[in-house]
């Protein structure tokens, strides 16, 4: 399974962005997928997740409400919608993809597949 993550850039505070995660190779083993982000000097910190079929979402606290996690299964892609953005928004963020059926979860280590990951940075 190959991830390929893109839609990043620079964007004011309060601004919007789309980040986008298309998937290939054996996507039938992915069943929930998330967005993670990573800052400079920080740890690796969960964003938000969805189940295979898009039903059930999941978010960190930080982003509730500003940002929304989607899939097109047809596409194989996921996406975050990021509203409203903030200075501490800014980090580079991954997809990943999970193998076990069932569960949505929040813990990076839980996640199989990985993209590369894109850049988003907010000024203020």
């Known amino acids: 399974v190959q991830l390929q993550a893109s839609g990043g850039g620079l964007v004011q505070a309060g601004g919007s962005l789309r980040l986008s995660c298309a998937a290939s190779?054996?996507?039938?083993?992915?069943?929930?997928m998330g967005w993670f982000r990573q800052a400079p000097g920080k740890e690796r910190e969960f964003v938000a997740a969805?189940?295979?079929?898009?039903?059930?979402?999941y978010y960190a606290d930080s982003v509730k409400g500003r940002f929304t996690i989607s899939r097109d299964s047809a596409k194989n892609t996921v996406y975050l919608q990021m509203n409203s953005l903030k200075p501490e928004d800014t980090a580079r963020y991954f997809c990943?993809?999970?193998?076990?059926?069932?569960?949505?979860?929040?813990?990076?280590?839980?996640?199989?597949?990985w993209g590369q990951g894109t850049l988003v940075t907010v000024s203020s």
């Open positions: 990943a993809g999970d193998r076990t059926a069932g569960v949505i979860r929040s813990a990076a280590r839980s996640y199989d597949y």
């Open positions: 190779g054996r996507t039938f083993t992915i069943h929930a």
């Open positions: 969805s189940s295979r079929g898009g039903g059930q979402t």
